[in-house]
């Protein structure tokens, strides 16, 4: 594939995951929510439903004490009945109160006329000898049936839709109480497997889901009684629907943006190579130049040239952002070419006045590999009159990494008076061996060493060293970024000549370094 088909492709890809990504992201938390909240109002239901039961178990308790205290043998004196149906109207859970023989409630709370109740005989004991039965029959009420718990002589008639007597949202929700000892179900309501109620184990609570259904268990702290809830799942859907609707409109506006985004700068890294070559059409290119000082008089004795590019809008473009795509599009010995134009026209006649001075242009590394390039460069030294050593080239260590394809271009150069520096020293990967076999004249120390001068930084170890290779292969050294008298004071102690930084001058426009070298330099400057 091509460099731009391959461009467009990712860049789709792009769009596509930036639009799909908060969407998918928004329909997860969606679900999550869902789930979260739905296993939160079910566990709530059931909880009510065990409240419920634990209260009337208290109460159930609290009433066969009082009976038991107040019980002085005869089975049914006129004081334990009239106790008895006090109880029964205090008691908000408890239907009727009876006292129990052979299975038989024969008197209770319902008054004489009520006659003897038979309950026939207990399902089931638990609860330290309480005796319950699950389905009571009453004359009175023949078609509901009662839950019916017995201790110490005395039984508590239960309605039974009272312990589940919870208010849902929905009315598919089941609810029920159950004995923890066997499993038997007290009350009831809705689908209930009584399977699901193994799988609470030991633990006091637990949620589940049973296909379509969302099941939460839990079991009392104090009674022998646990309480379920199970709401089914198309109450999750439901919820993750609402909450969809409202997620998936912003995650789709959040991806959209996103979207634009990646197709905005996508279309401007495209479109890079073209407004480059528009650019040098409409000539929006110009010079800075940031001067190089002598360490030890502080005079200026060189500047480097800086291509500078500005927008027809006034926006700067940085070179370390457009340098790489015109080196990528082919576009940079264009650029280059430029660079010495206008060079050329803005130094013009300038070393006849400073014969000690140099100028450093920077060229690529197709600029080096390419035998034209020294022409041109030789084209500048006619133009502005310079001498021997009054031009200098710096290239970067990725030109100098196949000597042999820097050679003819440095040879050249070097035998017509052009000094030729190493730029950026120490951030590539020219190896001493490949720099022992060119001849070259200056090392320029990359920003980044001398800017960890004195810090603790490890880097800041390196520059020493970097300055012994330098003297090894017979370079002179020129520190760049140097924003501090402490830096320019341990360059200085180090033996290197040479710097540049805002120091001592930021780039400017060549009108203005003349202005400040003819009116003595470093004041005006800075
Ligand atoms: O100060 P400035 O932002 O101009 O420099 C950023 C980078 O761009 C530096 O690494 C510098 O070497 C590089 N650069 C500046 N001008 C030119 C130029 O004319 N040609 C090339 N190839 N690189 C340049
Ligand atoms: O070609 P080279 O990579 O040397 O370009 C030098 C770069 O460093 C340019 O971007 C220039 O503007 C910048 N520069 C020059 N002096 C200083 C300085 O003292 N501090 C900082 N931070 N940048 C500097
Ligand atoms: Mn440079």
New binding site residues.
């Given amino acids: 594939m091509t460099r731009s088909r391959v461009a467009v492709v990712s860049t789709l890809a792009a769009a596509a995951l930036a639009v799909a990504g908060p969407i998918a992201l928004a329909l997860i938390l969606a679900r999550r929510e869902a789930i979260r909240s739905e296993t939160a109002r079910t566990l709530a239901y059931a909880q009510d439903a065990l409240g419920r039961s634990e209260a009337t178990a208290d109460q159930i308790l609290q009433a066969v004490a009082a009976l038991v205290a107040a019980d002085h043998g005869e089975s049914c004196s006129p004081q334990i009945e009239g106790l008895m149906r006090r109880l029964d109207v205090a008691s908000s859970y408890i239907q009727a109160i009876g006292r129990v023989r052979n299975d038989t409630i024969v008197c209770s709370s319902l008054g004489k006329d009520a006659g003897s109740l038979p309950l026939g005989p207990v399902d089931f004991s638990q609860d330290g000898g309480a005796g319950f039965r699950l389905d009571v029959r009453l004359p009175f009420a023949p078609a509901t049936s009662f839950l019916v718990i017995e201790k110490d002589g005395f039984a508590a008639v239960i309605h039974k839709g009272l312990p589940i007597d919870v208010t849902t949202l929905r009315p598919d929700v089941t609810l029920g109480t159950f004995a923890i000892s066997n499993h038997r179900i007290l009350t009831a309501r809705g689908r209930l497997d009584v399977d699901w109620l193994r799988r609470l184990g030991d633990s006091s609570v637990t949620v589940f889901l049973d296909r379509d259904r969302l099941v939460t268990i839990v079991r009392s702290g104090r009674f022998l009684i646990g309480a379920l809830a199970a709401a089914p799942t198309t109450s999750i859907s439901e919820r993750l629907r609402q909450t969809a609707l409202l997620l998936v409109p912003v995650g789709l506006v959040a991806g959209l943006i996103l979207a634009v985004a990646v197709l905005h700068l996508a279309r401007q890294q495209l479109a890079m190579p073209a407004v480059i070559r528009a650019a040098l059409r409409r000539e929006e290119y110009s ?2 130049y ?1 001067p190089t000082v002598d360490l030890r008089t502080g005079r200026w004795v060189g500047a480097e ?4 590019w500005r927008r027809p809008g006034g926006e700067m473009v ?3 952002l457009f ?1 790489p795509v015109a ?1 990528d599009a082919g576009l ?1 010995q264009r ?2 070419e430029r ?1 010495l134009e206008l060079a050329a026209r803005d130094a013009a006649g300038f070393f006849a006045r400073h014969r000690e001075f140099h100028l450093g ?4 590394a197709a ?1 080096l590999h390419d035998p034209r390039t020294a022409e041109l460069v030789l084209g500048l030294a006619r133009a502005t009159g310079a001498g021997p050593r009054n031009l200098m080239i ?1 290239a ?1 260590e990725r030109g100098f990494t196949d000597p042999r394809l820097a050679e003819q271009v440095v040879t050249t150069l070097r035998a017509n008076g052009v000094l030729v520096a190493i ?2 020293f120490g951030t590539g990967y020219a190896s001493l061996s490949q720099l022992e076999n060119l001849a070259l004249d200056y090392l320029k120390i990359d920003r980044a060493f001398v800017e960890s001068i004195g810090t603790t930084a490890v880097t800041s170890e390196v520059v020493p060293h970097i300055v012994d290779m330098a003297r090894a292969l017979h370079l002179e050294i020129i520190a760049e970024g140097v924003e501090t008298e402490v830096q320019a004071g341990f360059l200085r102690d180090l033996g290197v000549h040479y710097a540049q930084g805002y120091l001592f001058g930021r ?1 400017m426009p060549f009108a203005r370094l003349v202005e400040c070298m003819e009116a003595g330099e470093v004041a005006a400057a800075r």
Avoid: G, H, K
Wanted: charged share 30%.
């Fill in positions: 010079l800075a940031q040239a800086l291509i500078r940085r070179p370390d340098i080196e940079i650029v280059t660079v242009i920077n060229l690529s600029d710096e970067t730029d950026d780039p």
